[in-house]
């Protein structure tokens, strides 16, 4: 038999196009380009003609698509391989397995040709009982005992009746379990009808008590959210819960599962004599092998809808971060807050240079607060320090108090305070790159320096650090380590070429973003820039070593160049597009440097007339409009919150205030809000609008400024209930430390009380169980949220 081939590529792009809702020429072209070794953010920008204006989340889903489908067809190819050798591909299974759409199709139609260890019905099929099931199955009104007398044979290992109609039975148990139509209906049936459920161990109560929330639960598979359940899978490799998939609620009697198989299989129970002993079959077929085999697909199901989730939302919340407003170049100081160990300062210049540092101890033990003054106000003065960066890790609310100070002795300094997220900076501090860029600095002293560098520009110091330890999501460490790289890695790509690079002060791992560029290729420009000086032109990356044309090619339309010989190099507009602004520059006559920026003059040229056979109307406007606002920076201009006077800790909050706050961190039930205590609040997603709100995102983002109110305060449990809408009423009686203990930090008029007990809600949830939006810990920088918010114990971190 001639080799089988695999689906043609052209399949695989057309659907592709069908579920991006694209022409499938534009999604073959895409493909091309992402072969030819093209970027998303080079094919986004500068190839709009071929793949006529796909953007970049169409891309980044196109190439995740690509990826999946090409690894089915792989899958595919070893299955038709696999089944060819055993001598069983027909005409009906080559056309059936060729029609598989999704990886776990693939495997439902392999599994019976799948090569396994010997098994009960392969032993029971070699002593010569297939014949026993087939007639059993294909004839009822046969008395199984006397039939199976005829298949007794010692020398074959079937001693009596009995043992060969167990025989029989693991013969089918076997095919009923491995038809891929019927796995695959019962399947979503199960996803569809059933729910996971939650218990805790034995013993396990106080030790896993942060998972209180779910030592009685239950939840339909549709209606648990990402969190959750990583949380239930958390507590089960915790050994504190144990979870339970269930395919539908309990009742009496056979399961409508088991009555499909029947049915399937022409089984009922109409008083024959071989009847009841199918029907036990069927019975033992679903409870041994076929719920086993649906809960570990449901499980994993659940598991990748969870990462998958998580994943996004990481990915969403680091590019906020990224993209946060940049403080520009303007002189900073930078804190690195501590008690003991004192106040880490650092402060840079306009470039980001370390100009100075120092250590200053104003908070206890030492209460140096005068002498801390005096040198801050010194180092202000000395360097013309326009901002001041403070870290919000421990002391910051002080150490927020002692830059007051400052700026109220010191009005003549005319400085601004700010509170930085520091979240990765101690790692950065102790990373080869920081020891390779501060070797003189104590590790200790570069957290300071980080944190002031991060206020000038967040992209450009935060692509230092690996995106997973910046730690802007959930359950961080119980995803798959391949998919959140992968995810993560593409948001800083597009980010750092969404804004543009300046190669002549870019670092070594900000260039490493860049399209087309690796770390070793950043090295080699960063090493070429130290020998010869700064670039003056994009021509002249072309003599930085290993930097080829098609690396140029990807590379160059990023690249920033200020003050260089050609004014188009601090532009977006690529290199290879020069001739078109050429042409304008004759149309206008006017010459480059006065045609960039004179709105008048290219709102005046029409786009059409400069479209040629390389370059569309798509890239023609894009020039255009690069020409209005050269080198513009994408990113929101930057200001900064006011936090209240006289609010320093938990206890100075109560009911009905109005505060103005910074969002920390955004979760699938609501966002952490900075209002100036030590305590991040929590808004719900059930606080954030009028409205029904899907996605907390779609509100607010990290980075935001917001107003507040203060709905709850429990100062015991350190926890804040906060609410966007400023006209919803307070808790009543909520003093401070007053607060009311339910879980979930939900807003106190959105909880229900519910008394405890086993019994299931309508909603599946077990009366008396956690509130829907109620967080368990994570272990990452969310954790560090979670616990500012009060809804951690932090002995138990």
């Known amino acids: ?196 459920a939650a218990k805790v161990r034995e013993g396990k109560e106080e030790a896993g008590a942060k998972f209180a929330d779910y030592f009685d639960f239950a939840e339909p598979f549709t209606e648990l959210p990402s969190h959750r359940v990583l949380a239930l899978l958390r507590g089960e490799k915790e050994d504190v819960l144990d979870l339970v998939l269930e395919p539908e609620e309990a009742t009496e009697g056979p399961t409508s599962f088991e009555g499909t198989v029947a049915q399937r299989f022409g089984i009922a129970d109409r008083g024959r004599p071989g009847d009841k002993w199918l029907k036990d079959t069927v019975r033992w077929a679903w409870r041994t092998r076929i719920l086993v085999h649906l809960g570990i697909d449901l499980r994993l199901r ?220 950043a090295e080699n420009i960063v090493a070429h820039r130290d020998t010869n000086g700064p670039f003056r032109s994009r021509k002249a990356l072309k003599d930085v070593a290993r930097l080829g044309p098609k690396a140029y090619e990807q590379c160059a339309g990023f690249l920033r160049i200020r003050g260089g010989d050609d004014p188009l190099d601090a532009s977006s507009v690529h290199p290879e597009a020069y001739p078109v602004v050429r042409r304008m520059v004759k149309e206008a006559g006017v010459d480059v440097p006065s045609l960039i920026g004179n709105t008048a003059t290219l709102r005046s040229l029409k786009p059409t007339a400069f479209v040629d056979d390389v370059f569309g109307l798509p890239t023609v406007t894009d020039i255009l409009k690069e020409l209005e606002k050269p080198g513009r920076d994408p990113r929101p201009a930057f200001k900064t919150a006011t936090f209240k006077e006289g609010v320093e800790k938990i206890g100075d909050l109560s009911s009905g205030m109005v505060l103005e706050g910074v969002v920390t961190n955004v979760a699938a039930f609501g966002a952490f809000v900075d209002v100036g205590v030590h305590q991040d609040g929590l808004v719900h997603v059930s606080a954030m609008s009028k409205t029904f709100v899907k996605d907390p995102r779609d509100v607010v983002k990290p980075g935001d400024i917001v107003k507040v109110k203060v709905l709850d305060v429990d100062v015991p449990r350190k926890r804040v209930s906060l609410t966007l809408r400023l006209d919803d009423e307070p808790a009543k009686g909520s003093a401070p430390g007053e607060g009311r203990r339910e879980r979930g930090g939900r807003p106190p008029q959105q909880r229900q009380q519910q008394p405890r007990g086993g019994q299931q809600n309508r909603g599946g949830r077990a009366k008396g169980s956690a509130p829907r939006q109620g967080p368990p810990p994570a272990n990452d920088a969310m954790a560090e949220a979670l616990r500012r918010a009060g809804l951690v114990d932090p002995k138990r971190r």
């Open 1 to 196: 038999m001639a080799p089988l081939q695999t689906s043609a590529p052209a399949s695989i792009e057309s659907r592709i196009a069908e579920e991006l809702g694209v022409r499938e020429r534009q999604v073959k072209a895409a493909v091309d380009l992402l072969d030819g070794g093209s970027t998303v953010p080079f094919i986004a920008r500068y190839r709009k003609e071929a793949t006529e204006s796909l953007d970049d989340a169409q891309l980044r889903t196109l190439e995740e698509r690509l990826r999946y489908l090409r690894e089915l067809e792989e899958r595919r190819a070893a299955v038709l391989e696999s089944v060819r050798e055993q001598g069983k591909l027909t005409e009906e299974l080559e056309a059936r397995i060729r029609e598989a759409d999704t990886k776990a199709r693939l495997e439902d139609i392999y599994l019976p040709y799948k090569p396994k260890r010997r098994t009960k019905a392969q032993i029971a099929r070699e002593a010569g009982l297939e014949p026993l099931a087939e007639g059993l199955l294909g004839d009822p009104a046969v008395e199984p005992l006397a039939a199976a007398a005829a298949f007794v044979d010692a020398d074959k290992g079937v001693a009596d009746a009995q043992a060969a109609l167990d025989g029989a039975r693991a013969i089918l148990t076997e095919r009923f379990s491995e038809d891929a139509d019927l796995i695959g209906e019962l399947r979503e049936r199960m996803w569809v009808r059933g729910r996971l």
């Open 302 to 521: 659940l598991r990748t809808a969870a990462e998958d989730e998580a994943v996004r939302v990481f990915a969403s919340n680091l590019r906020d971060l990224l993209l946060a407003a940049p403080a520009g170049t303007r002189a900073t100081l930078g804190l690195d807050p501590g008690f003991r160990t004192g106040v880490k300062v650092a402060v840079v210049d306009a470039t980001g240079k370390v100009v100075a540092t120092d250590t200053i101890y104003p908070h206890v033990p030492a209460n140096k607060w005068d002498e801390s003054l005096a040198k801050l106000a010194r180092l202000a003065e000395e360097h013309a320090v326009d901002l001041v960066a403070i870290g919000n890790g421990t002391a910051s609310r002080e150490t927020d108090k002692l830059a007051a100070d400052l700026i109220g002795r010191h009005p003549e300094l005319k400085l601004t305070k700010v509170m930085v997220s520091e979240a990765g900076a101690s790692v950065y501090s102790a990373s080869a790159f920081a020891s390779q860029e501060l070797p003189d600095l104590d590790v200790s002293l570069r957290g300071a320096v980080s944190i002031a560098r991060r206020l000038q520009d967040p992209l450009a110091e935060l692509v230092k650090i690996d995106p997973k330890s910046i730690g802007v999501g959930q359950y961080q460490h119980d995803l798959s380590e391949v998919k959140l790289s992968r995810s993560l890695d593409a948001v800083v790509e597009d980010c750092v070429n969404g804004v543009g690079v300046d190669v002549n002060t870019a670092s070594a791992p900000l260039l490493a973003r860049v399209s087309g560029i690796g770390s070793g290729l």
